[in-house]
């Protein structure tokens, strides 16, 4: 690999600031750096197993996609925006289904930002004045490892110049004491949550002067963001999946809180365009996520592996994701049964089970492009060497190519 | 894979990887941890004693400011005597007078880790590091040397920082700039502190 300085696109921080020396990665973490360091164990284009031409492989897929009835996209998370807005074209043409992870993951409180429900900020007001960190139903030491050392917590800049001792004050709620949980020492509060809701209702009679549940942590944590001026809420999915759909009292909360002091939320962190993909198809659309382009209409059973299981789908057009190894069992024991044609640079799960496979590339190494950060800041990244094929033009191919 | 680290100024930096004892420093030896890494956990401290404080010195010290060893009190000699800017052979009287004997017997016993070990030690277990760049952060001399830099969370822009992020886990490169090396030392552990996987510990517990 060539030295040089890149974008990593391990996770939706996509730290700018990665060297890549003597084959040596520097600064990025483990994550990040484990892709850098085996960037060249690459898949070959194959059909049914079988090695072949790159060419073979990309007609392949497109006879397939054309003789398809009901397609869906799904994956498209680690791709750049640009091969994203080819796909969701793609699906247009079709008249396809198209999904990212988003459904299952925080694709809900994308949607409430997006739809302004809920205040949201920078990582980079974040580092320069947030005083209240607060970490809800998530593990960034694990999930998003550089999260607090370069955007939040420990950062000196700005306003807060004096460091994580005096001018930050780190909240973590969550079920068990988590890696983040323990840095939570001096100037710090640590809530041992058993109901999200209850939390939540916590937060909102301390705010009515009431003593509620949890009142001792709520009484401090909304004193302190008196104090703070600026604060920050990062949701994860043990806040989403623990308020389970029910986020009127949480919007609620917020804005009470803002009735005291500037208090934002951004969620945690995702794959690293989850965040793009689900602002490019609220543009275009109207809905973030499990669209079909048949109905015009988003709705929850046009979720990927709603669609698996109810065999509503015959082909399934799966585009930089692993779905084999995130989805159930159940589903995958069906998504088998159905023709794929998968577009990812390294051999997985889903490359086993795929009619057709078509190498493509990573972005940061061998593809540039723009990606969205988990606040919303679009980040332009350029590649350190020259692909033959990126998925754009993967993508663009098969646009061309499909009747 | 675990390194020790050397931790004295006028000592050569080198670095050991845990096949050979580790350097004692406290009353207890650690070599019998080698064998079992296991107990090398920090959370129970099993067979980390607590460092040589002045105090225990100085009670088996004769006590009688007699000023032969070139200090002004037996207490400063004893503080000297830890921070190895003194040797035991300075105190004639412990060694001429035959009453101070079991005296001397006691502190050779006591100090015997601290004359072996020639260094404090950092411990770095990357089989725990997830590369999270806290430890970078957070360093005093890191924020002071490059504000710009690690001081505001990114990767370093200084040739020589202490620590440095190298393939997803936290290396060493340059010990001496630390603020517990030195005549003067500050017993910093703001990246211990900072490290919830406990990658990064000092021998002193």
Known sequence: MPDGMSTCTGCSCLCPDIVIKDSKIFNACRKGSSIFKHQDERIEPSIEGKKVKFEEALNKAIDIISSSEKLAIFGLDTIPLEAQEVAIELAKKRKAYIDDNSAFCLGDFIELILKGDLPTTTLDDVKSNAYVIFYWGTDPYNSLSRHLSMYTYYPRAGKRQRGYEEDRYLVVADVRESHTAKLVKKNAKFIKVESDEALVEGFLSSMEGKAGKYYEETGRILKEMQRGKFNVIFGGLGLKYGLNGKYGRFIEMIKKMNELAEVYFIPAGFHANMRGFNELMFEKTGSINRYSFETESSAPEYEFSELVKNDSIDTALIVGSDPANSLPFDVVKKLKEINIVLIDPKPSLTSKIAEVVIPSAITGIDQGGTMVRSDGVRIKIEPLLEGEYTDESILQKILEGVS | ?205
């Open chain 2, 1 to 205: 894979m675990k390194i020790i680290l050397p931790p004295h100024p006028t000592s050569i930096i080198q670095l050991l990887i845990i096949s050979k004892p580790l350097f004692p420093i406290g009353r207890g030896s650690l070599s019998h941890l080698v064998n079992r890494p296991e107990e090398l956990n920090i959370s129970e401290n099993k067979g980390l004693e607590m460092p040589i404080t002045p105090m225990e010195v100085y009670k088996l010290l004769p006590k009688t400011n007699c000023k032969k060893c070139g200090e002004q009190t037996c207490m400063s000699f004893a503080f000297k005597l830890i921070n190895r800017e003194k040797k035991l052979e300075d105190c004639t009287p412990l060694f001429e007078e035959k009453k101070y004997a079991g005296q001397l017997k006691e502190l050779q016993k006591l100090l015997e880790p601290l004359q072996e070990a020639t260094e404090t030690g950092l411990i770095v277990d990357e089989d725990l590091c997830v590369g999270c760049g806290n430890c970078v952060v957070v360093c005093p001399v890191h924020a002071a040397e490059d504000p710009k830099g690690m001081g505001s969370g990114f990767g370093p822009t200084i040739e020589d920082p202490i620590l440095r992020i190298e393939d997803g886990v936290v290396k060493v490169i340059e010990m001496m700039k630390c603020r517990r090396y030195g005549k003067n030392r500050v017993l910093c552990v703001a990246c211990r502190e900072n490290c919830p996987s406990d990658a990064i510990r000092f021998l002193e517990g």
